[in-house]
C-alpha cells in the first residue's frame, strides 16, 4: 500500500511541475507577444530621421503660426518642448508687478523652462468660454517654437510608454500637416496670420433632429 501511495504521489507532483510548466510557458509567450506589439506600437508611431529634418528645415522657415487646440493639448506639447507649463497660462514671461491673475509663470517658475518659449504678452488667447469653444485657445508660434516642439514630439513618438508615444506621434502628424501646405515658391509673409486648428471631431450632423 505505502508503495502504490508514493508512486501516485511521485504522479501527481510530475504532473503538477508539468502543468506549472505549461503554465510558465504559455506566460512567456504571451509576455513575447505583448513586448511584439508594443515595439510595433511604438515602432508605428516614430517619424523617420530624414524625414524629421526635413520638417524641421521647413519649419525653422515660418515666421508665424496660430495655432488653435485645446489648452491641455497645448499644455502636454508645451511642457515636453519647454521643461513645464501650467493650462493658466496666457504667456511664457514674468508678468509685471501691477499685473492681477496668474496668467503667466512667477519669476522663480520662468527660470526653469529647459527652452525659452519667448511666448510674450498677447501671443497666448484664450477663447470665449460658454461657447463649444471652451477650453480652446490660439498661440501665435514663431518658426523656432515649431522646431521647438517637432523636436521634442519626435523624441517623445519613441519613448517606451504606448500612451504618450501615440500622442506624440499623432500630434507631430498633425503640425506636419501644416508644413505639407507649405509653398517654397509662395512669396513671402503669405504664413503670417495664417490659422491652423488641431481639433478632430465627429460628424454628428446625422444625430441631429
Known sequence: MFKTWREEYRANQATKRRIELEEWEQKKKWREEDRAAHLKAVAENAVDLAEHNQNLKAATGVSYLTLVCHEDTWTFMAIRAFGQWKPEWTQST??????????????????????????????????????????????????????????????????????????????????????????PDAEAGQTTGITFQIDDSVDASHLRQ
Request: proline share 4%; glycine share 14%; charged share 25%.
Open 94 to 183: 514674468p508678468h509685471e508687478a501691477h499685473d492681477a491673475g496668474g496668467g503667466s509663470p512667477s519669476y522663480g517658475d520662468s527660470s526653469q523652462f529647459t527652452v525659452d518659449p519667448n511666448l510674450r504678452r498677447g501671443r497666448i488667447k484664450k477663447l470665449p468660454t460658454g461657447t463649444d469653444k471652451a477650453g480652446m485657445q490660439q498661440i501665435t508660434l514663431s518658426g523656432h517654437n515649431l522646431t521647438q516642439l517637432l523636436a521634442s514630439l519626435h523624441q517623445g513618438a519613441k519613448e517606451e510608454g504606448v500612451a504618450d508615444s501615440a500622442r506624440c506621434g499623432r500630434l507631430y502628424g498633425k503640425l506636419v500637416e501644416f508644413l505639407d501646405l507649405l509653398d
